[in-house]
């Protein structure tokens, strides 16, 4: 089974310039995940995704952030523009949830992508 | 909310021995999930040892085992029989069994452990 991807893995830019990273999830995952792990933290969540209908987005600095998931699959999370104190980190997950069941439901993590914000 | 300790930065153990690596959270809830997730110098992180609260028995995977103590609100993970593959950070993660509405399943992650092995 493939696991989570993310592209790029690693990405420099300038202030005030913009970046987008993009994620494909875990085939038949219906739950996507992002994530923001600055050096030395754990990961905080920025944006949870229920197929393409926005979860919790109440970390998400939404002045200069912004994703989507369109037809509920691949996702996009895109900073413009971007600030120094940006430089981290970001990581996507997926889960699989079966709806009014609990579940342990495991989130799966891709490599994630490193960004520098110079 | 719910906040995840992690009070050791850093941690080493020699191969083959044994290390405990600690973790304190505070929750109101009274059914919820914990998660010990390790990450390895290429990021890519991976579930290792995951707990039910409801459950009075500690999991274990193979050489990793926790100490989850509920009423003192503590999940420590043991390594034992250390290798060098286990040279990683840890993280503890909290998620609640049933979120309010309008909530949802999200991790809360501590700061992680860094555990180097020595050879």
């Known amino acids: 089974e493939a696991g989570v991807a993310q592209s790029p893995r690693y990405k420099i830019i300038e202030k005030r310039q913009s970046v987008a990273f993009w994620c494909n999830p875990i085939s038949g995952h219906a739950t996507l995940y992002w994530y923001q792990q600055i050096l030395g933290q754990g990961p905080k969540l920025l944006i949870q995704?229920?197929?393409?209908?926005?979860?919790?987005d109440s970390q998400l600095p939404k002045d200069r952030f912004s994703a989507e998931r369109l037809k509920g699959v691949d996702s996009t999370l895109k900073i413009q523009p971007a600030k120094l104190e940006d430089s981290a980190v970001y990581l996507c997950?997926?889960?699989?949830?079966?709806?009014?069941?609990?579940?342990?439901?495991?989130?799966?993590f891709g490599p994630g992508t490193r960004l520098t914000v110079l | 909310a719910q906040t995840v300790t992690q009070s050791q930065p850093e941690m080493s153990v020699q191969e083959a021995e044994t290390v405990t690596l600690s973790c304190t959270y505070d929750t109101s809830e009274s059914d919820y999930y914990l998660f010990w997730y390790k990450q390895p110098p290429s990021r890519q992180m991976i579930l290792v040892i995951r707990q039910e609260a409801y459950k009075q028995q500690n999991a274990t995977e193979n050489r990793f085992s926790v100490n989850f103590q509920k009423a003192a609100k503590s999940f420590s993970l043991k390594i034992s029989d250390s290798q060098l593959g286990d040279a990683a950070m840890y993280f503890c993660a909290y998620r609640s069994a049933y979120p309010k509405r309008g909530s949802n399943y999200k991790l809360t992650f501590g700061k992680g452990t860094l555990l180097t092995v020595n050879p």
């Open positions: 997950a997926s889960s699989f949830r079966r709806p009014r069941r609990p579940s342990t439901d495991t989130q799966y």
């Open positions: 995704f229920q197929n393409n209908g926005v979860v919790d």
